[in-house]
């Protein structure tokens, strides 16, 4: 056996170190170079949403840089801890642990505050940049972590976009280990290494998330464009023919009442019985229709799809044929309207299909709270520049807090009984009609106490006389949310 002992001048010890240096670097270089596209479970299953420093890429370099460090400066243990948005600290990564002694370390993640594992004084320097070197007898973890006092502890702070996101924890065992210049300078050069790649990571998932979230809006607008078609003609078109069929019936019935009025009675009660449920599934069936067309204009409404057809319309003509139609279909109410004496027009920029359903509903609404015995009242006030149409009940009313949401998507009054179409609505009809009214450059509105009735209202501009008439049509196109 021959033994040959060589003896190296410290600046043969220095190369060699340096050489060691450069190797690791290079191993780190290599692994970030080479990122996996898939990781290990443990790694995938981090917890990103509670620091940048848990997502797993993030996680992969982390693993690669607590490994160059403890080959480099060969001390037993190195490991990397995010700091969470709400100041706890959480394992990353590991070098040099056995199963028994990273146990320990990620059970205590996420547990506790890095204030409550070290002094107030240390955290604060760790918070200005600055590089601490702590004795593990003042580390303050709990009991069954295992004992540290015996070990010296060189705490690097990591940062990301100007906020402390982690710490580099690198442990010498002996109370008189230290760490030298050159070593923490090392260190810190890798760990700056380390954070920008990761802030590249983080800026490339930012980006990948946000082109996700934009694919997936020109998805759900895409959706919804195929449900406006869907319901424009799929659901429509059986329900036209329901409706034309129900129609058809409830006139050849009229015609052959008519024509055996002078026979027995017994014919005519059948007559009469044969009447009631086709009416009912006449009700039925518009009410239906009235809910399609409620979620085809919130569909739009949320899809900036929504038009308005605009034209020069004589809001007491319409108002009236609302009141007319509304007293035929509940023939046991009273509603009386009140015009102004003067002038007998009023004429505004509107749709009038859209301002129409406005007033059935607020007119609906009020028969449909309003006892049989008391009257609806509806009221018309022009002034020089709008004008505002109301309508009163004297049903139970409507509490304060109510009030707040009526007009709000989806809002159903708390109590309401599913009695008639209001309550079959989703909610849509009293947001649509603000929806409506708004976009016409009008206002709407309720005053209500409880125990004496309501009263809805809307405001609309007067058209003024003098607008050519090529200015008083068109079509415009309603873009965005109540």
């Given at each position: 056996?021959?033994r040959?002992?060589?003896?190296?001048?410290?600046?043969?010890?220095?190369?060699?170190h340096?050489?060691?240096v450069?190797?690791?670097?290079?191993?780190l270089?290599?692994a970030?170079a080479?990122?996996?596209?898939h990781f290990p479970?443990?790694?995938?299953?981090?917890?990103?949403?509670?620091?940048?420093?848990l997502?797993?890429?993030?996680v992969?370099?982390?693993?690669?840089?607590?490994?160059?460090?403890?080959?480099i400066?060969?001390?037993?243990?190195?490991?990397?801890?995010a700091?969470?948005?709400?100041?706890?600290?959480?394992?990353?990564?590991?070098?040099?642990?056995?199963?028994?002694?990273?146990?320990?370390?990620?059970?205590i993640?996420?547990?506790?505050p890095?204030?409550?594992?070290?002094?107030?004084?240390?955290?604060?320097?760790?918070?200005?940049?600055?590089?601490?070197?702590?004795?593990?007898?003042?580390v303050?973890?709990?009991p069954?972590?295992?004992?540290?006092?015996?070990?010296?502890?060189l705490?690097i702070?990591?940062?990301?976009?100007?906020?402390?996101?982690?710490?580099?924890?690198?442990?010498?065992?002996?109370?008189?280990?230290?760490?030298?210049?050159?070593e923490?300078?090392?260190?810190?050069?890798?760990?700056a290494?380390?954070?920008?790649?990761?802030?590249?990571l983080?800026?490339?998932?930012?980006?990948t998330?946000?082109?996700?979230?934009?694919?997936?809006?020109?998805?759900?607008h895409?959706?919804s464009?195929?449900?406006?078609?869907?319901?424009?003609?799929?659901?429509?078109?059986?329900?036209?023919s329901?409706?034309?069929?129900?129609?058809?019936?409830?006139?050849?019935?009229?015609?052959?009442q008519?024509?055996?009025?002078?026979?027995?009675?017994?014919?005519?009660?059948?007559?009469?019985?044969?009447?009631?449920?086709?009416?009912?599934?006449s009700?039925s069936?518009q009410?239906?229709q009235?809910?399609?067309?409620?979620?085809?204009?919130?569909?739009?409404?949320?899809?900036?799809?929504f038009?308005l057809?605009l034209?020069?319309?004589d809001?007491?003509?319409?108002?009236?044929?609302?009141?007319?139609?509304?007293?035929?279909?509940?023939?046991?109410?009273?509603?009386?309207?009140?015009?102004?004496?003067t002038?007998?027009?009023v004429f505004?920029?509107?749709?009038?299909?859209r301002i129409?359903?406005?007033?059935?509903t607020?007119?609906?609404?009020?028969?449909?709270?309003?006892?049989?015995?008391?009257?609806?009242?509806?009221?018309?006030?022009?002034?020089?520049?709008?004008?505002?149409?109301?309508?009163?009940?004297?049903?139970?009313?409507i509490?304060?807090?109510?009030?707040?949401?009526?007009w709000?998507?989806?809002?159903?009054?708390?109590?309401?009984?599913?009695?008639h179409e209001?309550?079959l609505s989703?909610?849509?009809?009293?947001?649509?009609?603000?929806?409506?009214?708004e976009?016409?450059?009008?206002?709407?509105?309720?005053?209500?106490?409880p125990g004496?009735?309501?009263?809805?209202?809307?405001t609309?501009?007067?058209?003024?006389?003098d607008?050519?008439?090529?200015q008083?049509?068109?079509?415009?196109?309603?873009?965005g949310t109540p």
């Amino acid at each position: 056996m021959v033994r040959v002992f060589h003896e190296f001048s410290p600046r043969e010890q220095q190369a060699m170190h340096l050489l060691r240096v450069h190797e690791a670097i290079q191993t780190l270089t290599e692994a970030i170079a080479h990122l996996p596209g898939h990781f290990p479970e443990p790694i995938a299953n981090a917890l990103p949403a509670e620091s940048p420093l848990l997502s797993p890429p993030v996680v992969f370099i982390a693993q690669q840089l607590v490994d160059v460090i403890r080959d480099i400066l060969g001390c037993p243990r190195v490991s990397l801890k995010a700091i969470g948005l709400s100041g706890y600290s959480y394992f990353v990564a590991g070098s040099g642990f056995s199963a028994e002694q990273e146990q320990p370390e990620r059970a205590i993640s996420g547990r506790l505050p890095l204030v409550e594992i070290l002094d107030a004084s240390l955290v604060a320097r760790l918070a200005t940049k600055q590089e601490v070197i702590v004795q593990g007898n003042r580390v303050h973890i709990p009991p069954d972590y295992g004992n540290l006092a015996s070990e010296r502890i060189l705490l690097i702070p990591l940062f990301l976009e100007k906020h402390l996101a982690g710490l580099l924890c690198i442990l010498k065992e002996g109370l008189e280990s230290t760490y030298t210049s050159e070593e923490m300078e090392l260190v810190k050069a890798l760990a700056a290494q380390a954070v920008l790649v990761m802030q590249c990571l983080l800026a490339a998932q930012k980006q990948t998330e946000s082109h996700a979230r934009e694919q997936t809006l020109r998805d759900v607008h895409h959706l919804s464009q195929e449900f406006l078609v869907l319901a424009s003609h799929e659901l429509r078109t059986p329900l036209t023919s329901i409706l034309g069929n129900l129609q058809l019936a409830q006139r050849r019935l009229a015609s052959l009442q008519r024509q055996i009025a002078e026979q027995a009675e017994p014919i005519q009660k059948h007559l009469t019985q044969a009447q009631q449920p086709l009416a009912s599934a006449s009700q039925s069936a518009q009410l239906q229709q009235r809910m399609i067309n409620a979620i085809i204009d919130d569909a739009r409404l949320q899809a900036n799809q929504f038009q308005l057809h605009l034209e020069r319309c004589d809001l007491l003509a319409l108002l009236n044929a609302v009141v007319v139609s509304q007293h035929q279909m509940a023939p046991g109410h009273t509603i009386l309207l009140n015009m102004p004496a003067t002038p007998h027009q009023v004429f505004v920029l509107g749709d009038a299909e859209r301002i129409g359903s406005v007033l059935t509903t607020y007119l609906e609404n009020a028969l449909a709270y309003s006892p049989a015995q008391q009257p609806v009242t509806v009221n018309v006030l022009a002034k020089e520049k709008s004008v505002q149409v109301s309508v009163h009940n004297e049903g139970p009313g409507i509490p304060l807090e109510e009030q707040k949401h009526l007009w709000e998507r989806f809002y159903r009054a708390k109590g309401s009984a599913v009695q008639h179409e209001l309550d079959l609505s989703l909610g849509l009809r009293l947001y649509l009609c603000r929806a409506f009214i708004e976009r016409h450059s009008g206002q709407v509105g309720v005053q209500s106490e409880p125990g004496h009735g309501a009263t809805f209202w809307f405001t609309l501009p007067i058209l003024p006389p003098d607008i050519p008439q090529q200015q008083r049509e068109g079509r415009t196109s309603c873009t965005g949310t109540p």
